[in-house]
């Protein structure tokens, strides 16, 4: 499936109306100057050689070059990679927790005004353009409170935290939550989520209407079971039936929901990050389009691509190692 | 006409919420088709021009409504027509995946077999795929512009059409009326349009509904890293981008008039989306 999606924006990028250099160079470019920059994207070859140098330099982790600078847009995504990475696990974690939690308040208030409050929220969760919600917040917590950051990933006044350092032995995973505590620095820790805050809770509240309905249909189809009934009539709380007993059933579909919200949770990760200038694949795109720089947005994308296949076989894993019932 | 729209309005509010909720989005998107159709003759100021002698930034007051823009254009004004773009992208492109994905399911799925898999392979890795992304990559190549806004969204949401009809077709083929018409010598095209198509026309309407809703999301997304329509157009999406560098003038004016129009209109088709699937699924929902 990821060779389809990369053959696809392969011949996407060179079959659409529009050479890519001279789309780049725009008009003003002599053709020297255009056979020149194709010789050196190696764009002048024919097009199946072209795949196959992209496919083997793909298994290399080679992206090819940049057409604004020449430089690695491997190494580009690399480095802009982890910062999405954060945000995307953040909001991830946002969305599932809250939506579970509303969710479930839903289904014991069911056809009560709490429970089609519950169902308006989700409802325009999904109607709301997720940049739309970065701004307000940035307005009201960020400019008007000043309870939180509004831009950028960590304070330009404070070195990023560097990751593990023993001697000369050196370890970071460019997440700067785990970084700042593999340095064992608690302010730079703080101050990291404080800077995540945001950006996490536009894109986590705009992905949890989708929990809140799920847990929801899910909890009210799992109250209504034997087992829930025979735990009430065991004399136990209903805290206890609705979280330990119910809840732990009508946890799965919740988790395939988490796989298959990877998918929408990056196309809004890459708003966000426009949003709150979060210097990650998303804003390396946007940056990207503005520079004309077709080989990298073709990386770009494809590392999407292969982002979402695993975090989907990850989930797979994940449901066939909760429920015994499926077997590999 | 109206006279005949009265009875059904009424027999959908028996329906109970499914129908409340229809009429009600209908009631959103009907307001600001025609709020946006009658614009030129209602906006108190010319919404494209510069002013000779701006207010800039000004507070919403009675002079101005919804308060002036960075440039002193009336931001009401550009709300009141800032409608068209969104509303232009969203028909166009649900009529690219109509025209595209209706036929395209309908005889991938009856054909079954090769055809069937290889269109099916190509459309799940565009569905596993960051919509958002893929429109992005597709709208950067194309160019700015309704028409390349209107491509690569369809592209993206292509698949959603195919993958329904693709279910439906695959149940409603087994069923004896249509082995019936074969046995009788109905042609595949007859089988196709007259027995099969109208039993799928209830899901094209609800994905097509919700389809909508997602169009003009996209579209705001789009417009708002730069992938719009020129700057001279009144948009939401547009003033919304715009209005980010205000942001810090705290000029909340500026953005918070057109966002709410995004989603009013969003909301309206996910509403609309919502009242339909559960009118025509009553299983799906409880």
């Not at chain 1, 969760?125 to 950028?152: C, E, K, N, S």
């Not at chain 1, 720089?293 to 994308?301: F, H, K, M, P, S």
């Not at chain 2, 157009?233 to 004016?253: E, V, Y």
Request: proline fraction near 5%; glycine fraction near 10%; charge should be neutral.
């Amino acid at each position: 499936m990821i060779l389809i999606l990369l053959t696809m924006v392969f011949l996407l990028i060179r079959v659409l109306p529009g050479d890519p250099v001279l789309l780049h160079l725009e008009k003003h470019a002599t053709p020297a100057a255009v056979a020149q920059m194709r010789h050196q994207l190696g764009l002048d070859k024919p097009l199946w050689a072209q795949y196959f140098d992209y496919l083997f330099g793909l298994f290399r982790g080679d992206l090819g070059k940049s057409m604004q600078d020449y430089s690695s847009v491997g190494q580009q995504i690399f480095s802009a990679f982890p910062a999405t990475l954060e945000l995307a696990m953040f909001s991830m974690v946002i969305a599932a927790a809250l939506g579970i939690v509303i969710g479930v308040q839903a289904s014991k208030a069911y056809n009560k005004p709490q429970d089609h409050v519950i169902r308006i929220f989700g409802i325009v969760t999904y109607a709301i353009p997720v940049f739309f919600l970065g701004m307000i917040l940035q307005l009201t917590l960020g400019l008007g409170l000043h309870w939180f950051p509004v831009g950028q990933r960590f304070n330009p006044m404070v070195q990023a935290p560097l990751g593990l350092n023993v001697g000369s032995f050196h370890f970071s995973t460019g997440l700067y939550t785990v970084d700042s505590l593999l340095e064992g620095n608690i302010f730079k820790f703080i101050e990291s989520l404080r800077y995540l805050f945001l950006p996490s809770l536009t894109l986590g509240l705009v992905l949890s209407g989708v929990f809140v309905r799920l847990t929801r249909s899910n909890m009210l189809e799992t109250l209504r079971l034997d087992f829930v009934t025979a735990a009430r009539a065991r004399g136990l709380g209903e805290n206890k039936v609705t979280y330990s007993y119910a809840l732990r059933n009508a946890f799965l579909p919740v988790l395939t929901m988490v796989g298959l919200q990877f998918a929408a949770l990056l196309g809004g990760a890459v708003l966000t990050e426009t949003t709150f200038s979060w210097p990650g694949l998303g804003t390396y795109i946007v940056d990207r389009i503005n520079f004309r720089d077709y080989t990298a947005i073709q990386g770009a994308v494809i590392v999407f691509g292969i982002f979402v296949s695993i975090v989907s076989l990850a989930v797979d894993l994940l449901y066939a190692y909760l429920d015994p019932r499926i077997r590999l | 006409m109206l006279s005949s729209i009265l009875p059904g309005l009424s027999t959908l509010a028996k329906r109970g919420l499914a129908g409340w909720l229809i009429i009600i989005g209908a009631i959103f998107v009907a307001a600001i088709v025609v709020m946006t159709a009658i614009s030129p003759w209602i906006v108190p100021y010319n919404p494209t021009e510069i002013p000779s002698s701006p207010k800039i930034l000004a507070q919403p007051s009675t002079q101005h409504l919804f308060g002036t823009n960075d440039l002193g254009q009336d931001v009401f004004s550009r709300v009141l027509s800032g409608g068209g773009v969104m509303l232009q992208v969203s028909i166009l492109s649900v009529i690219v995946c109509l025209a595209i994905g209706v036929p395209l399911g309908l005889f991938a799925s009856y054909a079954g077999g090769a055809t069937d898999r290889v269109v099916g392979l190509l459309m799940d890795s565009i569905y596993a795929f960051p919509g958002l992304v893929l429109a992005i990559a597709i709208a950067a190549m194309l160019g700015r512009g309704v028409v390349n806004m209107a491509l690569s969204i369809a592209v993206v949401y292509i698949p959603s059409y195919f993958r329904v009809i693709r279910s439906q077709v695959l149940s409603i083929k087994e069923m004896s009326y249509i082995e019936a018409a074969n046995a009788v010598g109905a042609k595949n095209r007859t089988i196709l349009t007259r027995y099969i198509l109208p039993n799928i026309v209830p899901s094209i309407v609800v994905v097509a509904t919700v389809n909508f809703a997602d169009a003009i999301l996209t579209a705001a997304g789009l417009t708002f890293i730069g992938l719009g329509v020129p700057v001279t157009i009144p948009d939401w999406g547009q003033d919304l981008t715009n209005g980010q560098r205000l942001l810090t003038s705290g000029a909340w004016w500026v953005i918070t008039f057109p966002g709410i129009m995004i989603i009013l209109l969003a909301l309206g088709f996910t509403l609309m989306g919502e009242g339909l699937s559960e009118t025509l699924n009553p299983r799906l929902e409880q």
